[in-house]
């Protein structure tokens, strides 16, 4: 059974759309984050989020939102999408904050 | 920034050889992580070790850790095709609740 799954796995939309990316972990972990790829590999945090606290990284555009309807996900909500958007996504969990984290396959997300 | 940089961005090697990759950082640390990514897949962790420890192993890996050189160095011994992949390290400063990647070295086993 897949631990992180993410969906849709490829997002293809264009500029000034809203859309949203869903992550689901089955493995008890209490800590979820999104991750954004870019084109030179650069794996970079946007959030990071338990049932306690979200901690945003401060350069991540407010029209970025995450959502938890509950411990074992953590969807991505973007709003007015822009070119430089386009990426790969990374949804992760991890039991506490610093522990190993499980990655999911990845969203690849391109703006036209 | 706490950002680990790994050395070299990309590297070559035969089957069957070594495959050495480092990693700096710049303040103290509370663990450091290595990550293996291939092509279009998500990372898939390696090795954790913390800041009080100094070498761990897992089957062919090897990963020190030198926190008065602020550097780590990842060993992968008689390297196959399938280790192809990027790898990179993470780290997280002292009070940080996150993880900071490198921009990761890509390794390329010749069959």
């Known amino acids: 059974d897949t631990a992180v799954s993410q969906t849709p796995k490829y997002l293809v939309t264009q500029m000034g759309n809203d859309k949203s990316i869903k992550c689901e972990q089955n493995l008890g972990h209490d800590t979820m984050y999104w991750y954004k790829q870019d084109s030179k590999k650069f794996l970079k945090i946007m959030f990071s989020y338990n049932n306690k606290e979200l901690i945003i990284n401060e350069t991540v555009p407010n029209r970025f939102s995450p959502k938890s309807p509950d411990k074992a996900h953590l969807n991505l909500h973007i709003n007015s999408l822009e070119l430089g958007d386009s990426a790969v996504y990374f949804c992760a969990s991890s039991q506490a904050h610093l522990d190993t984290q499980y990655f999911g396959p990845g969203t690849r997300l391109t703006v036209l | 920034s706490q950002q680990g940089e790994e050395d070299p961005q990309a590297l070559s090697i035969q089957e069957g050889e070594n495959a050495t990759m480092n990693c700096s950082y710049k303040?103290?640390?509370?663990?450091l992580q290595w990550y293996r990514q291939n092509s279009g897949r998500g990372l898939v962790h390696l090795i954790l070790?913390?800041?009080?420890?100094r070498e761990k192993h897992s089957g062919r890996l090897r990963v020190t850790l030198d926190t008065s050189k602020k550097s780590s160095s990842l060993l992968i011994t008689a390297s196959r095709a399938a280790d192809t992949a990027s790898y990179f390290c993470?780290?997280?400063?002292?009070?940080?609740?996150?993880?900071?990647f490198g921009k990761g070295t890509k390794l390329s086993v010749i069959p």
């Open positions: 303040t103290s640390i509370n663990n």
């Open positions: 070790i913390r800041s009080n420890e």
């Open positions: 993470a780290s997280s400063g002292a009070g940080s609740y996150q993880l900071t």
